[in-house]
């Protein structure tokens, strides 16, 4: 997300981020990131992940590298809730269209940050950042355990359609009462993993979406319902888990961080039912 994550590094210059809209006031299509029916749209679940209290983003000045350049990025890691206690690793890599990792820079460290702190820059050649699309991958270790990644996506206005052309990989999904356990079988990562389910579109909610997925990874991730749903990714066909029914139609999302530990057996808190999502009326 564009605003939130060159604003949130300038704390204590910058204390509050406010973005419109969050709702859409009759059924139509507009730009607001939960529908009319209280459902989140695609830019809902991505400004979830830019808003995570604990949070390593990446900041550019360009959302298109310029010809014969290289990229330079600063990386910042965000703790707003002070959940750093311990030994922290922050990886930002980069991959080409070929989903061919060309760089990467790590940071390491231990205890809190006081909120906000520069790491250090990541750093692309300009011979590896002419890439049409380039990706960026952002993430937060805290021992072994996944805290919070993101991704974004460079260089995709000069080649229409290119971020859809990625080389191919597989998912493997499991259903269970109330959950989809998601398994990337392929050698590349999946590309904006994400829910397809046309018929229960006004009525499906997920606990994430639009994920990055490295190869061998698994997730397990919450959701409202699991029959009639398909789970695909920009460069992974539709996969549908076994059957399997979800007492609750709708639910509140307490955590985005939750679901994140690579397929911890360490069991979730269970989700309470309520009509809507975090911060639908």
């Not at 990131?33 to 991505?46: E, H, N």
């Not at 009639?228 to 709708?250: K, S, Y």
């Amino acid at each position: 997300m564009g605003l939130q994550r060159p604003t949130r590094p300038r704390w204590p210059e910058a204390t509050g981020i406010c973005y419109y809209k969050l709702t859409d006031v009759y059924p139509a299509c507009a730009w607001a990131t939960g529908d009319w029916y209280g459902v989140p749209k695609i830019a809902y679940y991505l400004s979830a992940q830019a808003y995570q209290p604990l949070h390593a983003c990446a900041v550019f000045d360009h959302l298109a590298v310029p010809e014969g350049e290289g990229l330079t990025a600063p990386i910042f890691l965000l703790d707003d809730a002070d959940q750093l206690v311990s030994g922290w690793r922050v990886l930002s890599r980069v991959f080409d269209a070929s989903l061919k990792e060309v760089a990467r820079a790590e940071f390491t460290g231990a205890g809190g940050i006081e909120r906000v702190r520069r790491l250090g820059e990541l750093v692309v050649p300009p011979e590896r950042a002419r890439s049409h699309p380039l990706l960026v991958v952002t993430e937060v270790r805290s021992g072994s355990r996944l805290r919070d990644r993101t991704f974004y996506w460079l260089n995709y206005a000069a080649n229409p359609g290119c971020l859809f052309a990625l080389p191919q990989t597989r998912l493997r999904v499991r259903a269970e009462a109330n959950r989809f356990i998601i398994e990337n079988r392929g050698s590349v990562p999946a590309v904006g993993v994400h829910f397809d389910c046309p018929e229960i579109s006004d009525r499906f909610v997920a606990e994430d979406a639009y994920f990055w997925l490295d190869p061998g990874e698994r997730r397990s991730v919450r959701v409202s319902a699991t029959t009639g749903v398909t789970i695909g990714a920009w460069n992974a066909p539709p996969a549908a888990g076994t059957d399997g029914a979800c007492p609750l139609e709708r639910f509140r999302v307490e955590s985005q961080n939750v679901g994140l530990e690579e397929f911890s057996p360490a069991p979730a808190p269970p989700l309470p039912a309520c009509a809507g999502f975090r911060g639908m009326p």
